[in-house]
């Protein structure tokens, strides 16, 4: 009797222990599985740190969240580890989705960033291109400005044209009667002045000397601008058209933020007029003034702009 009953109470103990192992296994893997997708959460917000780094209101929420630790004790039945895990793990791939969803439409809008900056800098680069060509040709063989067309051969003349020397600047020109020469200490602006005076009194050969000296003595001075115009302007007025439009894109070429080169573009039209220019061209200098210069034009310019354009029928 007493050994069957040592017999009992072993297999009691025995189905005890058995019934505490399995529970615990359980639990045991499904901390492990739990931990796992615990580091696959973790991940994924470091990502969504790197991908939204402005914090909040940016991230992918998570469509669960976790589950609560003070729930079920360990006997709970595996079905429900499972089906939380389940539900995480597709919580994560929509997280994923979104995400991958994001990086697409940022790298399609900063290609399209990219290829509108391209654009603006390839029709920037032809205009200027067309200018230069232009009046590196002007009286030669191609026009002024070619934007967008082929230069066309212009025919050269039979007889060499006259041209002026370059007359020296290291000496002023000798005091002409009745002008008086202005002496501040400012000595840029003194020439210019002087050369003003001279271009008033037509004296247009040695306004030309003047405004010379000033543009290479005093390059970066403010009134460099002004005479570079100047220069083109009594080139304009002594009838050589084709060396004034030259003066008049050097201004606007090599001085575009100075005070006179939209004035330069205006009169550079103006010479092409004289050059008897096609109107195409006539009016892409205008198109180009009204393009770079719009806002700083004076009423006054607008208007000579407008009456311009008319008469060179500019659409």
Known sequence: MR???????????????????????????????????????????????KVFPGGAGQTVEPQITAPDRSGPAPGTPASGVVTDLTARVSALESQQSALTGQIEQNQYRLRQLEEAFTAHKRSTDARLKALEDG????????????????????????????????????????????????????????TYTYGFRLWQAKQYDKAIVELRSVVQKHPKHRRASYAQNLLGRALLDQGKPAL????????????????????????LAQALVKMKKPASEVCKVYDELTQVYGDRLSEAMKMDVATGRSASKCR
Not at 171 to 177: L, R, S
Not at 249 to 261: L, W
């Open 3 to 49: 050994f069957l009953n040592k017999s009992a109470a072993m297999a009691v103990v025995l189905a005890g222990m058995a019934s505490l192992a399995m529970p615990v296994s359980a639990q045991t893997s499904r901390d492990g599985i739990e931990g796992r997708v615990d580091r696959l959460e973790r991940e994924m917000r470091a990502v969504q740190r």
């Open 135 to 190: 009046a590196s040709a002007v009286g030669g063989t191609a026009p002024v400005t070619g934007i967008g067309t082929t230069p066309t051969p212009a025919p050269r003349p039979t007889t060499p044209r006259p041209t002026t020397p370059a007359p020296t600047t290291g000496t002023p020109t000798a005091p002409v009667a009745g002008i008086e020469r202005p002496s501040t200490g400012d000595a840029a602006e003194d």
């Open 244 to 267: 004034a439009a030259t003066a008049f894109f050097e201004n606007y070429q090599k001085m575009p933020n100075g005070e006179r080169a939209p004035d330069s573009l205006y009169y």
